[in-house]
């Protein structure tokens, strides 16, 4: 089932086209990756799915309901998280998260909040005008895994927060996950989304270039291979399934199509092996592919 639909989404801001086209689904209890660098759409299409933006053609619709027409009614059931959150100076942080808690509409028993706080090292009782990029984040952060919710939607929910800390974040997420909640993932650290996700939507220039199972998406992408030989293997330069193609006295260096690692084996057979080295793909390798294109335009 659905919890999230985007169907053929476009978004002008004047004749400047932010979305073209946009189009995923977000399944109940998955983890769904929304990546792309500052300026591809993520934000545009979150705000989109708030309701806090129009689309300017398609649509949008949550556990069945209009994105934009049943805002009230879909937000009973999300937590939010942005990648900047500002609040109020005069209020601690304590008070704040109180504050959101009330806001949704939702009781939440005092030990919850108290183990979020130690877990994320917050101290709720200073001013949030003292409070650093990371500590605003966390006050997000609390606030949204204090209460049940069925989808979380994170527009780069770490940022500002040190390498523990987001072990910390990683750890609730899977926990809402087990409890069956979907989550909507916006980050630019790739390592998070691949430890974290399920699917992937990478959006360049406003337009989903690529999307589906993490796992299936791998296989587009090139893994590394270092080789030292006894005899020469120049003849892999020919296949199309290998790719930048170094030789260093007995050592070659190349990418490989990683369906076509049988083909490789046959292929180096006999030659003297050394040493077989090869590194798996990665997400960040699929979403260079993408990037590493002229970026000019992108929205």
Request: glycine share 8%; with cysteine; aromatic share 8%.
């Amino acid at each position: 089932m659905s919890i999230l639909e985007v169907k053929h989404l476009s978004k002008l801001f004047g004749k400047q086209a932010a979305l073209k086209d946009v189009s995923f689904n977000l399944g109940g209890g998955e983890i769904l990756g929304f990546i792309g660098p500052n300026g591809a759409g993520k934000s545009t299409t979150i705000r989109i799915i708030l309701g806090m933006l129009k689309a300017t053609e398609g649509s949008v619709t949550l556990f069945g309901k209009d994105a934009w027409d049943d805002a009230v009614e879909v937000h009973k059931r999300i937590a939010y998280v942005p990648g900047d959150v500002n609040l109020w100076p005069n209020l601690t942080g304590g008070e704040v998260i109180d504050l959101f808690l009330s806001m949704r509409g939702v009781e939440v028993k005092a030990a919850r909040k108290e183990e979020l706080m130690r877990e994320f090292e917050f101290d709720p009782t200073k001013k949030c005008r003292s409070y650093s990029k990371g500590n605003r984040q966390k006050v997000a952060l609390i606030a949204a895994f204090a209460a049940d919710a069925d989808l979380y939607i994170l527009d780069e929910p770490t940022s500002g927060l040190d390498p523990l800390q987001e072990r910390v974040f990683q750890e609730h997420i899977k926990k809402v996950k087990e409890k069956g909640a979907s989550v909507l993932l916006s980050s630019h650290i790739l390592s998070e989304v691949e430890e974290l996700c399920d699917t992937v939507a990478i959006i360049r220039k406003g337009k989903i270039v690529e999307s589906g199972k993490l796992d299936e998406l791998k296989h587009l992408t090139r893994t590394q291979v270092k080789l030292q030989v006894l005899e020469s293997v120049d003849h892999l330069q020919e296949k199309n399934y290998i790719h930048e193609f170094i030789k260093d006295k007995d050592k070659v260096f190349f990418q490989l199509d990683s369906n076509h690692t049988d083909d490789l084996i046959r292929e180096i057979q006999g030659h003297g092996i050394v040493k077989f080295e090869s590194t798996p793909p990665k997400l960040e390798d699929l979403f260079m592919r993408h990037y590493s294109r002229s970026s000019e335009g992108d929205v």
